[in-house]
Every structure is written in C-alpha cells, then in structure tokens.
C-alpha cells in the first residue's frame, strides 16, 4: 500500500480545517439567525440583522446563505433535524408498555424548549404562504418518525394491530395536540390534564 507523502498529508490536514471553520461559520451564523426569527417573524427579518446579530460581515453572511429563503430553509433543517435526533436516535427497542412510555415522555419533553415552541408557531403562521417550508419540516422530522414508530409496531405483533401505520399517527397525534393546546394555544387553564394521564390513557389504548 502507498504511502502517503508528508504534503499530500498536509493539503488533507488542511482541506480538514478549512470544513471545520466553514461549518463552525456556518452553525454561528444560523444561532444569530434563530432569535431574530424568532422575535421579528419571517417577513419583518433582514439580512442586516441576522449579520449584525451572528457578529458576522454582510459579505460573510452572503457567501454561506446567498438569500433569507435559503437562510430560513437551512434553519428549518437544522431545527428539524436536531429535534429528531434528540427524541428517536434511540432505538426502539423491548416491552410496548416500555418502550411507547418511554417514547411518549420523550415527545412530551419538548415543551420544555420554549424556542422549539415558538419556531413551530412561526412555521405554522408561514405555512400559508410557504406550504414547502413546512413540508420541509414535515418531511425531516414527522415522516420518518412515523416510519420508526410504524416499524416497531410491525416488528410486535402481538400487540395486534388492525393497522400500525394509522396507530402510530394516533400514538403521536395525541401527543402533539396535547402540546398544541396545552402550551402553544394556552389551554392548561381552561382544559387542564396531566402529561401522565394521557401517556396512561395511550399505553392503555394501545398496548393493553
């Protein structure tokens, strides 16, 4: 085998380090951008300010997102993508009762990101007139969940589904109504109930 030459080394080591600060400009750059987002809408942000708050030139900004369409969709990605990572990079795995509770406090944990919130509310109030950015949401987060979700019921059937794929928008349907009128519509005064109850009432439901 060929040994590699100590500048051929080098123009690796170096190609190395120049992805590492592009991606690390890159990360800066869409941290400074969220809060704008998230505090003027998509409409009232400019470029001037998503620069002015990631502490980078216009120029800089401009070279990595060549418009505020890009920016957003490349925010959408990013959010999307953490999310799912965060709650069904674990894999599903064991007893139903188990692993559907464990699953469902997982989902329910994201009320606990006021910024995940309110982006989902600036995507729901864009989706009107950029039905492909919440599609793209959609698509990076809620679709292969439901595949993860309907794999496992598939995998155990003696939990004797009639149909694992409506099952699993049900299991997480409930969930996020629950969130959608719990803390994003401001229902826990005037329709109030315990995250336990519910993940009790689905586990019963579904994996009794």
């Not at 990360?27 to 708050?53: N, R, W």
């Not at 299991?171 to 329709?191: C, D, N, P, R, W």
Request: aromatic share 8%; hydrophobic share 40%; proline share 5%.
């Amino acid at each position: 085998m060929p040994k590699t030459s100590k500048r051929e080394e080098s123009r690796r080591t170096s190609r190395r380090e120049a992805l590492t600060r592009s991606t690390d400009k890159a990360e800066q750059i869409l941290q400074g951008a969220l809060p704008e987002f998230l505090k003027h809408g998509y409409a009232c942000t400019s470029m001037d300010k998503v620069a002015q708050a990631a502490g980078v030139s216009k120029q800089t900004l401009y070279s990595y997102f060549s418009d505020k369409e890009g920016l957003f969709t490349a925010l959408v990605k990013r959010m999307a993508c953490q999310k799912f990572k965060l709650v069904w990079s674990q894999p599903l795995e064991g007893k139903p009762e188990i692993v559907l509770r464990e699953l469902a406090y997982r989902l329910l944990g994201e009320v606990d990101d006021p910024d995940y919130l309110c982006f989902l509310r600036l995507i729901v109030a864009e989706s009107g007139t950029r039905p492909d950015l919440a599609q793209l949401f959609l698509s990076n987060i809620a679709q292969p969940a439901l595949k993860i979700l309907t794999r496992y019921f598939q995998e155990h059937p003696e939990i004797n589904l009639p149909d694992s794929e409506a099952t699993a928008r049900i299991f997480v349907g409930a969930i996020v109504h629950f969130i959608l009128t719990q803390e994003m519509l401001h229902g826990k005064e005037i329709m109030p109930m315990e995250k336990k109850r519910l993940v009790d009432s689905l586990i019963y439901a579904i994996a009794r």
